[in-house]
T-cell receptor
């Protein structure tokens, strides 16, 4: 079945460091891909998405590119801030699907 | 709109007790999802409804779990009897077209 694998955390960075969180997926068709963020004590919020190969999703300085050839959707940010500390989830949904399928989440901790 | 509303936000109960979690989706959204979040397994889909009808409950772990959606503005997830391994954060989400909105979650602790 469809699945999402993302790098184990926690990821600990200093402010202004470069961030990469790896995400790869397995799907039978051509899914849409998402990154969600969960701040402490809150629900999940959509961070960015991409719906077809080579699309780049971006928001709040975060970017991810849909790479069909490597079945990947890695999240990057050039300069993280303390306020970026959160849990990040990679997710997919098939074209004809209804429910999001999530990775296990990666905890990011940024210190000043 | 207030977003997806879940209650209670925190629940502590003893093993064997019945637990009911509640969700109010965003008005006008026609799909509702229950997810469970644990450290070991991440976010798992338990069940989802479309137009108040349960479509896929294959993620419900066992018969102790049941979910209902009596109308478009309310859903419950019930665990009876509860067990310590049910301790987790339970999220409700509602969807319209291809946009999902998650509630803040209910943190359940079963002692």
């Amino acid at each position: 079945g469809d699945s999402v694998t993302q790098m184990e955390g926690p990821v600990t960075l200093s402010e202004e460091a470069f961030l990469t969180i790896n995400c790869t997926y397995t799907a039978t068709g051509y899914p849409s891909l998402f990154w969600y963020v969960q701040y402490p004590g809150e629900g999940l919020q959509l961070l960015l998405k991409a719906t077809k190969a080579d699309d780049k999703g971006s928001n709040k300085g975060f970017e991810a590119t849909y790479r069909k050839e490597t079945t990947s959707f890695h999240l990057e940010k050039g300069s993280v801030q303390v306020s970026d500390s959160a849990v990040y989830f990679c997710a997919l949904i098939e074209q004809a699907g209804t429910a999001l399928i999530f990775g296990k989440g990666t905890t990011l901790s940024v210190s000043s | 709109d207030a977003g997806v509303i879940q209650s209670p936000r925190h629940e502590v109960t003893e093993m064997g007790q019945e637990v009911t979690l509640r969700c109010k989706p965003i008005s006008g959204h026609n799909s509702l999802f229950w997810y469970r979040q644990t450290m070991m397994r991440g976010l798992e889909l338990l069940i989802y409804f479309n137009n108040n009808v349960p479509i896929d409950d294959s993620g419900m772990p066992e018969d102790r779990f049941s979910a209902k959606m009596p109308n478009a503005s309310f859903s419950t997830l019930k665990i009876q009897p509860s067990e310590p391994r049910d301790s987790a954060v339970y999220f409700c989400a509602s969807k319209l077209n291809r946009a999902w909105f998650f509630g803040p979650g209910t943190r359940l602790t079963v002692l």
